[in-house]
Structure formats: C-alpha cells, structure tokens
T-cell receptor, first 114, second 116 residues
C-alpha cells in the first residue's frame, strides 16, 4: 500500500459525459501528479500540482483539467468524453517537486467510455 | 529528443535464472532514473532510483540496476528469478521538458514471465 488513495476504482460512462477522478496523496506529500495509461499510448504524464499550484504540464488535452485543494487532495476532471479516453488514470504523490523525488502511485481509476 | 527505450516488450526466464531487463535513455545530461514494477490490476511500485550517488543501485525484492553513462543505460537485474517477480516493469527518467519543467518519462514497459 503506497498511501495514495484514488476513487472511484472503476468508472463506466458514455461519450460526451463528464467525470471527476479523485486522489488523496500520502500524508506529508505536497506534489500530486496525474498519469494516463493506455495500451496504445503507454504511460503518459498529464499534469502536476505542488501545494495547490500547477507546476508542470504534459500531454493533457484541453478537455481535461485538474486542481489541488487546500487539504492537498486533487481532482482530475474529464469532459466531452470520447471512446479514446478509456484508460487507467493514475495519481502519484511526492514530498517535493522535481523528478529527484520518488513518486508513489495510487491503485488507479479504470475509466471505460462506451 | 529526450526518451526512454526498453528493449524487449516481453521477457521470459526460468525460475532461478538471471533476470535482465534493458533500459536506455536519450539525453545529453544524465537524468534521474527509476525502475517501477506493476502487478496486475495494481498501481506502480518503485523498485529503485539512481541519483548519481552510486552507479550500482540496490532496490527492493533483490533487484539492482547499474548506471552506465558511456552506454546511456540503466539495466535492471536480479540473480535468481522467483515466480512472484512476474509483472510489468517500467524504466523512467526525469527530464527537463520543452516547457522548462521536470517530468517523468516512462518507457513502454517489459512484461516479465517466469517459467516454472
């Protein structure tokens, strides 16, 4: 158990809909990262927040957005969903910012868009 | 371009045999390097990390990796495979992105199968 929690575990929704994925980092960690894992794209970095502020951006679509709240939990919002958005979405956390810090991954949310 | 390449998407070894999973990075400056393991239906677990303090890095579950700058490699090894090692293994590197921030770039993964 990494100490990172993600909810829900599974999500099935229809095209065009909007969903919110939630992540709680390990106690004491200030950074939260979001990743997408799919068969065709592999593991892709989406976005990072550090202590409530956006710190780094990866291959995140404009239909996707995220935020980190004062209690440090984070939410990833996916809107106008397409079939291709079906994937595993992971959250990771680390104590600091910068890739020298170990990232600890949550169990993931499996999103299925039908 | 900065990248991480894992040679061999599938590797099979016999129980008790040497495990060797290959990883090469492409970067003018050696990045931070990591190996993660993913068991079915689980998240990624950190195996080990290279930060330039030592070229041979020991991790959990008997794994170790050696950083070789001249070969831009960070191969993962384990002397004797165990059935519980069957999983997907990811090599990752911390690069400075085009936007000036740091991000982890993952290889495509190697699925390790252990033959009884």
């Amino acid at each position: 158990d990494s100490g990172v929690t993600q909810t829900p575990k599974h999500l099935i929704t229809a095209t065009g809909q909007r969903v919110t994925l939630r992540c709680s980092p390990r106690s004491g960690d200030l950074s939260v990262y979001w990743y997408q894992q799919s068969l065709d794209q592999g593991l892709q970095f989406l976005i990072q927040y550090y202590n409530g502020e956006e710190r780094a951006k990866g291959n995140i679509l404009e239909r996707f957005s995220a935020q980190q709240f004062p209690d440090l939990h984070s939410e990833l919002n996916l809107s106008s969903l397409e079939l291709g958005d079906s994937a595993l979405y992971f959250c990771a956390s680390s104590v600091g910012t910068g890739t020298g810090y170990e990232q600890y991954f949550g169990p993931g949310t499996r999103l299925t868009v039908t | 371009a900065q990248s991480v390449t894992q040679l061999g998407s599938h590797v099979s070894v016999s129980e008790g045999a040497l495990v060797l999973l290959r990883c090469n990075y492409s970067s003018s400056v050696p990045p931070y390097l990591f190996w993660y393991v993913q068991y079915p239906n689980q998240g990624l677990q950190l195996l080990l990390k290279y930060t330039s303090a030592a070229t041979l890095v020991k991790g959990i579950n008997g794994f170790e990796a050696e950083f070789k700058k001249s070969e831009t490699s960070f191969h993962l090894t384990k002397p004797s495979a165990h059935m519980s090692d069957a999983a997907e293994y990811f090599c990752a590197a911390g690069f400075i992105s085009n936007f000036g921030n740091e991000k982890l770039t993952f290889g495509t993964g190697t699925r390790l199968t252990i033959i009884p």
